[in-house]
């Protein structure tokens, strides 16, 4: 098993910042593609960004030009820096790893104020 464990989030206002941060730990043999997910208001499941193991970044619609997401292959480690965070922003933001199969943390929470 791999464990993803995030950290990062908490409560902002409107135009602020967060930096959430996921590291994994485990059985890794080699984490090929981390990302960040969440679930705005109880909505489903959507992606917010994804970078692989060599350094290609997809971005949704909605985060480019205000997440910027990077990774430390030697720690294991997945970073969400967002910036002119908005209301729709909020929700529950889970981080993703794909080693051998999909895992996933428990999801941190992000707020933003208006």
């Known amino acids: 098993q791999v464990h993803l464990r995030e950290s990062g989030g908490g409560l902002v206002q409107s135009g602020g910042s967060l930096r959430l941060s996921c590291a994994a730990s485990g059985n890794i043999l080699s984490i090929e593609n981390m990302g960040w997910y969440r679930e705005p208001g109880g909505s489903r499941r959507e992606l917010v960004a994804f970078i692989t193991r060599s350094g290609d970044i997809h971005y949704r619609d909605f985060a480019k030009g205000r997440f910027t997401i990077s990774r430390d292959n030697a720690r294991n480690a997945v970073y969400l820096q967002m910036n002119n965070l908005e209301p729709e922003d909020t929700g529950l933001y889970y981080c993703?790893?794909?080693?051998?199969?999909?895992?996933w943390g428990h999801g941190t929470q992000v707020t933003v104020s208006s």
């Open positions: 993703y790893a794909f080693d051998r199969a999909e895992w």
